[in-house]
């Protein structure tokens, strides 16, 4: 089990991959942001900002438009590439909540 400082800091690594990748593709896309880590009993949240992420903070609610769901150590793999989003998402190791057209954006991000 990753630590709440290692979790932090993979996210903060994970703004940083995001805003890297950015092509343009995601301009207008504004949405908040929560990352539950059920196993460390921690919220993270924050906003994607035209598909970058910001405000990065440790919160006591989990309610945004996307939520994402996953172990610390899940977290620490998808950001160091051991672990890619589609195949965690389709074995059910990360859980995705968010609307249709969020998804459909979320895909090119990740």
Excluded: N
Aim: aromatic share 4%; charged share 25%; proline share 1%.
């Amino acid at each position: 089990m990753a630590s709440e400082e290692q979790c932090e800091k993979a996210l903060h690594v994970l703004a940083d991959q995001l805003a890297a990748s950015d092509s343009g593709r995601s301009a207008g896309f504004d949405r908040t942001l929560s990352c539950t880590l059920p196993d460390l009993g921690l919220v993270f949240g924050g906003r994607l900002v035209s598909g970058r992420l910001v405000d990065i903070e440790r919160t006591d609610s989990s309610a945004a438009q996307i939520r994402l769901t996953m172990s610390s150590d899940d977290l620490l793999a998808l950001v160091d590439g051991e672990l890619k989003m589609a195949s965690a998402w389709a074995t059910g190791r990360v859980k995705v909540q968010a609307g249709v057209r969020d998804l459909l954006r979320l895909r090119s991000i990740f």
